[in-house]
Every structure is written in structure tokens, then in C-alpha cells.
């Protein structure tokens, strides 16, 4: 659904490199590269397996509506950002474990985040039911 990551991909960065994976997408009928962190590649994917669009299609939606003094990769991190806020609902932050009184573990987020420095190729997975290590409210 995206296009193959470039070879100036830095995905398994070395300390002061970055990590961010360049992509060439064509945005409004004109080619470009965008640099965006593994875990925004994997959300835009979602979003275009959700909304049966590609890659392009969204990113000149995004493009097209963006103000224009705003990075287009800024605006898509904003775009993705308020798409699935929108999604959120209370019920999926209770099977979550969101709302218990207890601040999110942050440790947790941030081995997810280690474990995804690659990107998904091809279908995206559904998002788990629940969090186990979570207790309910």
C-alpha cells in the first residue's frame, strides 16, 4: 500500500543518527520524499486500510487542506493524530485500561515503540483487545 522505504532508510540508527524512515509518495501529482518516524508510517497505514485509499490519496487530501505555511509531514502527523482521537471512544479506553487513576506506563509505551522501529509490510494487524497488564477500573 506504501511505497518501498528508501535506501537512505536509518530505521536500526546508530546513538546521533536519525531514525526516521523516508518514503517517496506522489502528493498531488507531483513526487516527494517524507521522513516520518516508523510507528506515523504504521498509523498512516491503518488509516489507509480503514478508508480503502493509498498512501497518495491521503497525503494529498492532507496536502490539500493543510495551511500553507505547515510541513506537509507535520500536517499529516496532526492529521493522524486528531483521526484517531476521533476514533477514540470511552469504551476502548476502559478495555484499555485508561482511567483507572493511574498514570499511563510509560515504560511499556516505549518498548512497543522499540519493538516497531521496523515498519509493517503489508496488512495491518488489528489492535489488541485489551491490555493484560492492565487492572480495571
Given at each position: 500500500m506504501l511505497?518501498?522505504?528508501s535506501k537512505r532508510l536509518s530505521a536500526n540508527a546508530a546513538p546521533g543518527e536519525s531514525n526516521l524512515v523516508i518514503r517517496n509518495v506522489t502528493v498531488l501529482g507531483k513526487r516527494t520524499s517524507l521522513r516520518m518516524e516508523?510507528?506515523?508510517w504504521d498509523a498512516l497505514i491503518d488509516v489507509c486500510e480503514r478508508e480503502r485509499l493509498?498512501?497518495?490519496?491521503?497525503?494529498?487530501?492532507?496536502?490539500d487542506r493543510k495551511e500553507p505555511e505547515a510541513s506537509l509531514t507535520g500536517a499529516?502527523?496532526?492529521?493522524?493524530?486528531?483521526y484517531f482521537r476521533h476514533a477514540a471512544t470511552e469504551e476502548g479506553h476502559l478495555r484499555a485500561g485508561h482511567g483507572n487513576g493511574r498514570l499511563l506506563n510509560l515504560d511499556e509505551v516505549f518498548a512497543d515503540?522499540?519493538?516497531q522501529m521496523q515498519p509493517r509490510r503489508g496488512r495491518a494487524k488489528a489492535p489488541a483487545a485489551g491490555n493484560?497488564?492492565?487492572t480495571p477500573a
Open positions: 511505497p518501498p522505504r516508523p510507528q506515523m493509498t498512501a497518495h490519496d491521503v497525503c494529498s487530501r492532507i496536502a499529516i502527523r496532526v492529521f493522524l493524530l486528531s515503540t522499540q519493538k493484560s497488564s492492565a
